[in-house]
């Protein structure tokens, strides 16, 4: 599509162009924010508060630390391995401030998947979770990491909830497994050596890389996206933009399920949310719903971030039902598709409508979204400002509205590249920065987009094209239905064959004829499922994104054939 497709059609608010060059780097955007919004609140979390002003002076204290008590050097690459706690935001921008690149790290990682990323990123420091030292004590030998900050839940916390906190988790909940780390440095430890000490405040130009985000490893190994500092700010201002007058600054509650350390809630939370000095609520496990629902009720919250199954698990939850609703006005969904099922009953459910847009980790992650005053349920908006998007054919030609094909980006939030990865950066970046997705989509007359699946998800039965998106969105209408999966298995007649996964709601019994009959009634013969396998639970990311591929590769073992 042209430059000015978007423009001419919305030449307000959305459309509107923004400056990724308006600050030299994140230092400066955090500076001016925590000047600004000194006395607000910026993080909770277990019922303790930070406000700009006080992460402004930690994470100064946690800088100079760097910069004063260890050998690191900006450029430096530090991996940050923490869940949703007020100690994450202390130790990203301190790292920042000190001149050093953040390497985002999955505390659920297993040992082989921390080497892979420790390595492949030279990270030189590590700050963890006592939770999992266990497995940092068995990776650290084969990498080169030196500097090592261990920080226990509550460690933020005053004194006597702090001791309260760590021993339940440690000696109660026995959730810290037993470690071997003699030079490691406690994270309070480090912040009392640094605090009241000048910091060395880091420059970087906005080219610079800023943060290493690794791909989930869907397809292959693991790889790290260079976001830049100017990928970041221009993602912030787009955020900014979107949002319009429906996040005022300084005074919205965003409730921040999702873990920081997955770009969608690093972008939004902290990053975008930052710039206009808004409260984020750390919620450190979102799996435990009735946890989550109590801190729900401490908060007139006024946004909300999720992705389709934490949508689904609440509305099903009587308790969450039951909670005040009243200033929420924003909610936005993301990392999966939107299923119109789930959609509708969170409205009826909250009264507020759920603005679903795309992004993925290499474009920082946000590249469409719905305006929220005009929704389009079941599409993934416009582009967000000072970006264009294009659908191409297998042979990279441009196709006109309408058309299906895979979905490219162009914009100032999309990555430099993969670390030390030329070859696959060539592979989805081109020359003039277009950025291939990999999302199989469609741009429509009144330009909002509708993705259809996923390139590599897509089932071929008999040589028509199924998308597993369309089976599960039909399935998900079925009563009963809490989550469902589907997938192509090799199959000789039709070179593909449908199988679909099935959850069902708790205390409900479905059948396999129950399915089939609800699929027959609502799809043609060809998208129609061969077989149907009930399910406890289906396989999900760290974000609780369905594993298709999980599934697929489960079929093929016991087909001989993986």
Known sequence: MTENFWKDKYPVGIAAEIDPDQ?????????????????KPA??????????????????AFAAYLQQHTDLQPGDRIAVQLPNVLQYPVAVFGALRAGLVVVNTNPLYTAREMEHQFNDSGAKALISLAN????????????????????????????????????????????????????????????????????????????????????????????????????????????????????????????????????????????????IGN?????????????????????????????????????????????????????????????LATAERWKQVTGCAICEGFGMTETSPVASVNPIQHIQIGTIGIPVPSTLCKVIDDEGNELPLGSIGELCVKGPQVMKGYWQRQEATDEILDADGWLKTGDIAVIQEDGYMRIVDRKK???????????????????????????????????????????????????VTLTKEQVMEHMRANLTGYKVPKSVEFRDVLPTTNVGKILRRELRDEELKKLGKK
Do not use: W
């Not at 600050?23 to 006395?39: E, G, T």
């Open 279 to 339: 409260h984020n609520v750390l919620i450190t496990n979102p799996r435990d719903l009735p946890g989550m629902i109590k801190d729900l009720a401490q908060h007139k919250f006024s946004g909300f971030v999720g992705l389709n199954t934490l949508f689904v698990a609440l509305c099903n939850n009587e308790e969450f039902q039951k909670l005040d609703f009243s200033a929420l006005k924003v909610t936005l969904s993301g990392g999966m598709a939107l299923q």
């Open 132 to 275: 999992m030292a266990h497995l940092a004590e068995q990776v650290l030998p084969k990498t080169g990491i030196k500097t090592v900050i261990i920080t226990e839940v509550g460690d933020m916390l005053p004194p006597l909830k702090r001791l309260l906190v760590n021993s339940v988790v440690k000696y109660v909940k026995k959730m810290v497994p037993a470690y071997n780390l003699p030079h490691a440095v406690k994270f309070t430890e480090a912040l009392g050596k640094g605090r009241g000490k000048p910091v060395n405040e880091a420059n970087p130009n906005n080219g610079d890389i800023a943060v290493l985000q690794y791909t989930g490893g869907t397809t292959g190994v693991a790889k790290g996206a260079m976001l830049t500092h100017r990928n970041l700010i221009a993602n912030m201002l787009q955020c900014k933009a979107l949002m319009g007058s429906n996040l005022n600054e300084g005074c919205e509650i965003l409730i921040a399920p999702l873990p920081l350390y997955h770009i969608y809630a690093f972008t939004f939370h902290c990053m975008a949310m930052m710039l």
């Open 43 to 60: 993080f909770s979390n277990l019922g303790k508060t930070l406000t700009y002003g006080e992460l402004y002076e930690l994470s100064g």
């Open 23 to 39: 600050y030299p780097n994140i230092q400066a955007v955090l500076k001016q924010s925590c000047q600004r919004f000194a006395d």
């Open 457 to 507: 998800d897509m089932i071929l039965v008999s040589g028509f094209n199924v998308y597993p998106n369309e089976l599960e969105d039909v399935l998900a209408t079925l009563p009963g239905v809490l989550q469902c999966a589907a997938i192509g298995i090799p199959d000789e007649k039709s070179g593909e064959a449908i199988k679909i996964f099935v959850v069902a709601k708790p205390g």
